[in-house]
């Protein structure tokens, strides 16, 4: 017998089950592992105990009420994507939100249910001629990304997805649905505009501020193999002096034969891109006007399944030397660095306005190694090896969750980190959705 399979046996799963019907799914039923298995697969070895299949927040009530009164770790999950898979406890209950994916657009304000995938939620906005700066990948839960900050292609000109949130229905621990916007709840809501998810309670639905849809441009510039150095200096200088409008990462490979992509959007015509784009060092390039949904369409892409990776961040308040990184993924393999670029309307906000820490980052870096062929342990190595290499001090993005990072409470909340504990506090006293990286 399993280990989740005896966790189930040992816990009322009948009394929940009266509550939820089938929608409780425990290892023995059809679908159990087709439904459990991460986007991360290094953790496909893990194994809840119950997967609750939510459709309504009494659902999610229910969840939190029998977690809390037979002490066993919960967790809530949106899009699969935790880096760590905490939303997948070990003998633990899921809170599965993936049916809870309603978007109703009215005017400027877009309720999405909290287990909306991105591009459902660029399509509903889209179609109503409105524009929500959030992330890219297609598959990425609403919950994960707005509760962790939100970095978008639209950021420096529109802020993260947290600016935008105006409102959230969130199941607190004692079963309690609540409120959380500036004059009802307002610590609870400071907290979640930065402080992670699963930290002090379940959301259920969000309410954010949209804004109409704007014209945009795309553009890439290739730097070929052996450029990535000057490639990389060359575009933190450009990214420094640039307008709000304009919107930028870039790429970095291990390896010494990849090219160097340097990517990104401009809010306006081509016309006014062109002349920034002329400031970086000459590449060949493209260039093409679109509209807010073609866009949004444009970066989901086609992610596919899942796959076994070990990754990390870290927060750039400074000029990195590109020798440096170079020098540091050069003798690497199957490992990136993608470089996005900060400023703008992200630095206008104060660090303690919201819960989201970072707001002098010049850009961030999100670093990612395979391990399809390695052991997580050697994955984590390297990965360690060239997170700490780019001397970029103990800062870390908390939606890039690193199970290794030293001092993660500070590296991800740095002088927030107070306020945050006190506001989890008061909202789960018991620590009901105490996890490993929890506040």
Same mark, same amino acid.
């Given at each position: 017998?399993?280990?989740?399979?005896?966790?189930?046996?040992?816990? =009322?799963?009948?009394?929940?089950?009266?509550?939820?019907?089938? !929608?409780?799914?425990?290892?023995?039923?059809?679908?159990?592992?087709?439904?459990?298995?991460?986007?991360?697969?290094?953790?496909? $070895?893990?194994?809840?105990?119950?997967?609750?299949?939510?459709?309504? #927040?009494?659902?999610?009530?229910?969840?939190?009420?029998?977690?809390?009164?037979?002490?066993?770790?919960?967790?809530?999950?949106?899009?699969? $994507?935790?880096?760590?898979?905490?939303?997948?406890?070990? =003998?633990?209950?899921?809170?599965?939100?993936?049916?809870?994916?309603?978007?109703? @657009?009215?005017?400027?304000?877009?309720?999405?249910? /909290?287990?909306?995938?991105?591009?459902?939620?660029?399509?509903?906005?889209?179609?109503?001629?409105? *524009?929500?700066?959030?992330?890219?990948?297609?598959?990425?839960?609403?919950?994960?990304?707005?509760?962790?900050?939100?970095?978008?292609?639209?950021?420096?000109?529109?802020?993260?997805?947290?600016?935008?949130?105006?409102?959230?229905?969130?199941?607190?621990?004692?079963?309690?649905?609540?409120?959380?916007?500036? $004059?009802?709840? #307002?610590?609870?809501?400071?907290?979640?505009?930065?402080?992670?998810?699963?930290?002090?309670?379940? @959301?259920?639905?969000?309410?954010?501020?949209?804004?109409?849809?704007?014209?945009?441009?795309?553009?890439?510039?290739?730097?070929?193999?052996?450029?990535?150095?000057?490639?990389?200096?060359? %575009?933190?200088?450009?990214?420094?002096?640039?307008?709000?409008?304009? %919107?930028?990462?870039?790429?970095?490979?291990?390896?010494?034969?990849?090219?160097?992509?340097?990517?990104?959007?401009?809010?306006?015509?081509?016309?006014?891109?062109?002349?920034?784009?002329?400031?970086?060092?000459?590449? #060949?390039?493209?260039?093409?006007?679109?509209?807010?949904?073609?866009?949004?369409?444009?970066? *989901?892409?086609?992610?596919?399944?899942?796959?076994?990776?070990?990754?990390?961040?870290?927060?750039?308040?400074?000029?990195?030397?590109?020798? !440096?990184?170079?020098?540091?993924?050069?003798?690497?393999?199957?490992?990136?660095?993608?470089?996005?670029?900060?400023?703008?309307?992200?630095?206008?906000?104060?660090?303690?306005?919201?819960?989201? #820490? $970072?707001?002098?980052?010049?850009?961030?870096?999100?670093?990612?190694?395979?391990?399809?062929?390695?052991?997580?342990?050697?994955?984590?190595?390297?990965? /360690?090896?060239?997170?700490?290499?780019?001397?970029?001090?103990?800062?870390?993005?908390?939606?890039?969750?690193?199970?290794?990072?030293?001092?993660?409470?500070?590296?991800?909340?740095?002088?927030?980190?107070?306020?945050?504990?006190?506001?989890? !506090?008061?909202?789960?006293?018991?620590?009901?959705?105490?996890?490993?990286?929890?506040?």
């Amino acid at each position: 017998m399993g280990t989740a399979t005896a966790a189930a046996a040992g816990t =009322n799963w009948a009394k929940l089950r009266r509550r939820l019907g089938d !929608r409780l799914v425990l290892p023995q039923d059809p679908g159990y592992d087709e439904l459990r298995v991460p986007w991360n697969t290094i953790y496909a $070895h893990r194994r809840p105990a119950a997967i609750a299949r939510c459709v309504r #927040p009494e659902d999610v009530q229910a969840c939190l009420d029998f977690a809390s009164h037979e002490r066993i770790p919960v967790a809530a999950r949106s899009g699969k $994507h935790s880096y760590a898979a905490y939303s997948l406890p070990e =003998n633990g209950l899921v809170v599965d939100l993936a049916a809870m994916s309603a978007v109703a @657009v009215s005017g400027t304000r877009a309720r999405i249910g /909290a287990g909306t995938q991105l591009l459902p939620v660029y399509e509903a906005i889209g179609a109503a001629g409105q *524009a929500l700066p959030a992330g890219t990948c297609r598959s990425v839960g609403i919950s994960g990304l707005a509760l962790g900050g939100g970095i978008s292609v639209l950021g420096r000109k529109y802020g993260l997805t947290s600016d935008h949130l105006v409102s959230a229905r969130i199941v607190t621990p004692d079963g309690c649905l609540r409120t959380a916007s500036a $004059h009802s709840e #307002p610590d609870l809501y400071w907290a979640l505009r930065g402080g992670g998810g699963g930290n002090f309670g379940i @959301v259920t639905e969000f309410t954010f501020r949209t804004d109409p849809a704007p014209g945009l441009t795309v553009f890439k510039l290739v730097y070929p193999a052996g450029a990535a150095a000057d490639a990389l200096d060359a %575009w933190q200088e450009w990214m420094a002096q640039a307008p709000d409008e304009l %919107w930028s990462n870039c790429t970095f490979e291990s390896g010494t034969t990849s090219p160097t992509n340097i990517g990104g959007v401009y809010v306006g015509p081509e016309k006014d891109l062109l002349p920034l784009l002329d400031r970086m060092p000459a590449a #060949p390039r493209t260039v093409q006007g679109m509209g807010y949904l073609e866009t949004m369409r444009y970066y *989901a892409g086609n992610p596919g399944p899942g796959f076994r990776f070990a990754a990390s961040s870290r927060m750039l308040r400074h000029h990195v030397p590109g020798g !440096r990184v170079a020098d540091l993924m050069e003798e690497q393999r199957d490992g990136a660095i993608l470089f996005d670029s900060f400023g703008g309307a992200l630095a206008r906000v104060a660090p303690d306005a919201t819960a989201f #820490p $970072h707001r002098d980052a010049r850009a961030s870096a999100q670093i990612f190694f395979g391990a399809g062929d390695r052991t997580e342990a050697e994955a984590r190595r390297v990965l /360690a090896e060239v997170r700490d290499g780019l001397g970029a001090g103990n800062t870390g993005y908390v939606n890039y969750i690193d199970p290794e990072m030293p001092d993660w409470p500070t590296a991800y909340y740095g002088r927030n980190l107070a306020r945050l504990r006190k506001v989890a !506090r008061r909202y789960d006293p018991d620590r009901v959705l105490a996890f490993p990286q929890g506040l």
